[in-house]
């Protein structure tokens, strides 16, 4: 009454694919919603640092997995993204495949098929992050420590998070209170960071930050809006909206060439 076994996957079918279960399977992505690497502003540490790292692992060279974690809405997913598409564009085969958080119980058999193959795999795991009584991380320690048979050579790891330990602090601070040893009940949960080699953090930005991203937008599409209008009705928006990230500058643009009559 069980699935079929997954039969061995045909990767040469798309570059991006999305891991799903019941049964398992993985399907090709063919178009994958990207933001351009030169549209992402005020991240330039980050995206050297990840884009070397995923340049080594691209060439057959030792790499770290990375935590992407911080402000909502600040590119941490888009990163990864426009990352794996430089690498594309650079020549390097190299795949993308999706692991949502609710599956990590299924990665060891998705990591079988991508050890299987010659290929090479960036595993991306967006907003991951762990309740009180989430048991999946312990999952994901098949990926990161990858137990007697350690991670696959051709698979490296990414995930974002808003926390940078995957744990909400209320949670961490309540193992230590009714714990018998308070630093030994947190300890599992925590290191489980601290199996990424890089974290990388993603802040608020600044008002100016948040115009140039906009004025970015605006370049990039062919739209043409003189700098006091867009001050002040970007600002306007980020006001109503009481934040002010990549994410909202997004949302102003789209709603900039909405009323302009420009396809995005």
């Known amino acids: 009454m069980a699935p079929a076994p997954l039969s061995a996957p045909d990767f040469d079918a798309a570059d991006a694919f999305v891991w799903h279960v019941e049964p398992d399977r993985l399907e090709p992505v063919p178009h994958v919603a990207r933001v351009e690497m030169d549209l992402l502003v005020g991240i330039d540490r980050s995206r050297d640092t990840l884009l070397d790292n995923t340049r080594h692992f691209a060439r057959g060279l030792p790499a770290n997995n990375a935590l992407l974690w911080g402000a909502r809405g600040m590119g941490k997913s888009s990163l990864v993204k426009a990352v794996h ?4 564009a650079e020549g390097h085969p190299l795949k993308i495949v999706e692991l ?3 599956d990590l119980p299924t990665v060891s058999r ?3 098929h ?3 193959s010659r290929a090479r795999f960036i595993l991306f795991c967006d907003d991951l ?3 009180h009584d989430d048991q999946h991380y312990k999952s994901l320690k098949a990926v990161l420590d990858g137990g007697i048979e350690g991670r696959p050579d051709n698979v490296v790891f990414y995930a974002t998070s808003n926390r940078r330990h995957l744990m909400p602090r209320d949670m961490i601070e309540n193992e230590r209170s009714l714990a018998i040893n308070p630093s030994e009940a947190a300890e599992e949960k925590i290191s489980l ?3 990424f080699g890089l ?3 993603f802040h608020p930005c600044g008002q100016d930050e948040y115009l140039a991203m906009i004025r970015g937008y605006c370049d990039a599409y062919g739209i043409e809006i003189d ?4 001050r002040a009705e970007a600002i306007e928006w980020q006001a109503t909206r009481g934040a002010r990230s990549g994410r909202v500058a997004w949302q102003y643009f789209t709603d900039l060439a909405g009323r302009r009559g420009v396809a995005l």
């Open 85 to 88: 598409a430089a690498l594309r």
């Open 100 to 102: 949502q958080r609710e």
């Open 110 to 112: 998705l990591l079988n």
């Open 114 to 116: 991508l050890r299987a």
């Open 129 to 131: 992050s762990f309740s």
């Open 193 to 195: 960071s601290d199996r």
């Open 199 to 201: 974290w990388l953090g």
């Open 227 to 230: 700098d006091a209008t867009l």
